[in-house]
Every structure is written in C-alpha cells, then in structure tokens.
T-cell receptor, first 114, second 113 residues
Framework: QKEVEQNSGPLSVPEGAIASLNCTYS??????FFWYRQYSGKSPELIMF??SNGDKEDGRFTAQLNKASQYVSLLIRDSQPSDSATYLC??????????????WGLGTSLAVNP | DGGITQSPKYLFRKEGQNVTLSCEQN?????MYWYRQDPGQGLRLIYY???????QKGDIAEGYSVSREKKESFPLTVTSAQKNPTAFYLC????????????FGPGTRLLVL
C-alpha cells in the first residue's frame, strides 16, 4: 500500500460543477495535509493546507480532513476550464527528526469541460 | 517580489558529463529541497537542507550531490553516475523543516543528448 494514494483520473466535470478530489494516507499519526495544483509542464503551486479535522474553505476551494478515516479531500466549486490540472496531495509524517518529510501522492488529473 | 528561481529552464547533458542546476530563493527560508519528477512516479526527494552547511540525503540521492554554502542558494549537481537523469527537477523551500508548507521554483527540465 502506498503511503499516500490518489485516484489518477482523469476526473472529468462540466464547467460550473463541483469537482471532488480524494486522498487517503496510511500513517495514522500524520499531522499536516497539503493540496497543490500542477499545470502541465509547470511546477506545483500550493492551493491550501489543513491541520485539523473538518472543513477549511478558501474561495472556491474547500479542504476536508477526516483523521479517523485517514482521508483528505479537496472540493472545487463552480469549476472553471482554468482548473484543469493535476492535483497533488501531500502529507507530513508523524515521525520526528529527519523523517518529517512530505509524502506525495501521484496526483489526480482534472479536466473541466466548457 | 519574493520567490524561488531555477536556472536554466532546459539543460542538455552529454554522456559522462556533470551538470549543475541552480536554485536561489529570497524568501529567507531555512529549509530547501530538491525533487525529481518523472511521468507516473510523482515527486521524489533527492536532497534537503535544514540550514546552511548542512544537508541530508532524500530517497533517491545516488548520482546527485548538493551544497548549501549560503542560505539563499542550494545547487544540485547531476553527476555522470546518475544513469537515467532525464526528468523535471524541482527546487522548493519552506520556513523550516518543521513547517512543511513548501513553495516551488519553476523547475529545470534535464535532457540527455
């Protein structure tokens, strides 16, 4: 089992719909969770991070964290064609010292159709 | 404007050649990272540095070397020992190792001639 798993997609949604992206992780003690967006040929850019159970909203984006079920999701409301990209989930391990690195999922490809 | 710069954007390596990728940041971040990204494999950590004159191997350090002589700079050398260097190389930084929000530079694409 990979430490961080994402459905590779592609996830296809119509413009204006809600896109739901999911990420599961194996380290139950993980503390910090990050969503990045990566356009083709470009570097990842941070969308948002979440530390506590529940929802965190930032504009059209909502991150949802459920530590008991070990998943974190990203909802994109009113999806736009410009949201078409690969979305990377990253999780910070609970281990101390040099093992406190980010573990990356492989990403979910999202296509928003006009 | 604060940010991370990487150069060059594209780099071509000949067989047996060492090449150096530049990464500079003016965010006053202590921690810096080098990742490699290949299609279908996601981001893999090559090296990271918590502070000047200190760096640690990541998951795939073989065939690579780094230095951290200045806080702002963390160059990566791809040596001839790296047999499959073709990839997208990403440099990132964060305030510190414990504060893991990482910000990325634009990347360098390395190709082998």
């Amino acid at each position: 089992q990979k430490e961080v798993e994402q459905n590779s997609g592609p996830l296809s949604v119509p413009e204006g719909a809600i896109a739901s992206l999911n990420c599961t992780y194996s380290d139950r003690g993980s503390q910090s969770f990050f969503w990045y967006r990566q356009y083709s040929g470009k570097s990842p850019e941070l969308i948002m991070f979440i530390y506590s159970n529940g929802d965190k909203e930032d504009g059209r984006f909502t991150a949802q964290l459920n530590k008991a079920s070990q998943y974190v999701s990203l909802l994109i409301r009113d999806s736009q064609p410009s949201d078409s990209a690969t979305y990377l989930c990253a999780v910070k391990r609970s281990a101390a010292g040099n093992n406190r690195k980010l573990i990356w999922g492989l990403g979910t490809s999202l296509a928003v159709n006009p | 404007d604060g940010g991370i710069t990487q150069s060059p954007k594209y780099l071509f390596r000949k067989e047996g050649q060492n090449v150096t990728l530049s990464c500079e940041q003016n965010l006053n971040h202590d921690a810096m990272y080098w990742y490699r990204q290949d299609p279908g494999q996601g981001l893999r950590l090559i090296y990271y540095s918590q502070i000047v004159n200190d760096f640690q191997k990541g998951d795939i350090a073989e065939g690579y070397s780094v230095s951290r002589e200045k806080k702002e700079s963390f160059p990566l050398t791809v040596t001839s020992a790296q047999k499959n260097p073709t990839a997208f190389y990403l440099c990132a930084s964060s305030v510190s190792l414990g504060r893991e929000t990482q910000y990325f530079g634009p990347g360098t694409r390395l190709l082998v001639l």
